[in-house]
Nanobody, 133 residues
Framework: QVQLVESGGGSVQAGGSLRLSCVAS????????LGWFRQAPGKEREGVAA????????TVADSMEGRFTISRDNSNNTLYLQMTNLKPEDTAMYYC??????????????????????????WGQGTQVTVSS
């Protein structure tokens, strides 16, 4: 059973920063994937970043690399998304997601990592981020 609760959204001016949090209650003994996604009105859901709990390998979507950072604090079961230099086009509902059956897990020559596109089967309710120009 998985429960995901996001917080930290709000309104900010362009160039500002926000940190989103997601308390992730995931009852499994195996490593799993956690991710952030977003969806703007009238647009498809977009992957933002992901983290593999096995070794905290992170993946960030190319368009957000350098501005967004995903991390987690295992001591309090919290996933974070630090967003800097925010732009009006970052306005969206941001969702925390989890996958525990390896569908979001990928492999490379460097090891395992989590997809920022597909495979997630648990979702939070979302937190709204609005960036004004």
């Amino acid at each position: 059973q998985v429960q995901l609760v996001e917080s930290g959204g709000g309104s900010v001016q362009a160039g500002g920063s926000l940190r989103l949090s997601c308390v992730a209650s995931v009852y499994t003994s195996s490593p799993y994937c956690l991710g952030w996604f977003r969806q703007a009105p009238g647009k498809e859901r977009e992957g933002v970043a992901a983290i593999y709990t096995g070794d905290d390998t992170t993946t960030v979507a190319d368009s957000m690399e350098g501005r967004f950072t995903i991390s987690r604090d295992n001591s309090n079961n919290t996933l974070y998304l630090q967003m800097t230099n925010l732009k009006p086009e970052d306005t969206a509902m941001y969702y925390c997601a989890a996958n525990t059956d390896r569908r979001a897990l990928r492999s490379s020559v460097y090891g395992a990592y989590c997809s920022t596109e597909t495979g997630y089967n648990y979702w939070g309710q979302g937190t709204q981020v609005t960036v004004s120009s």
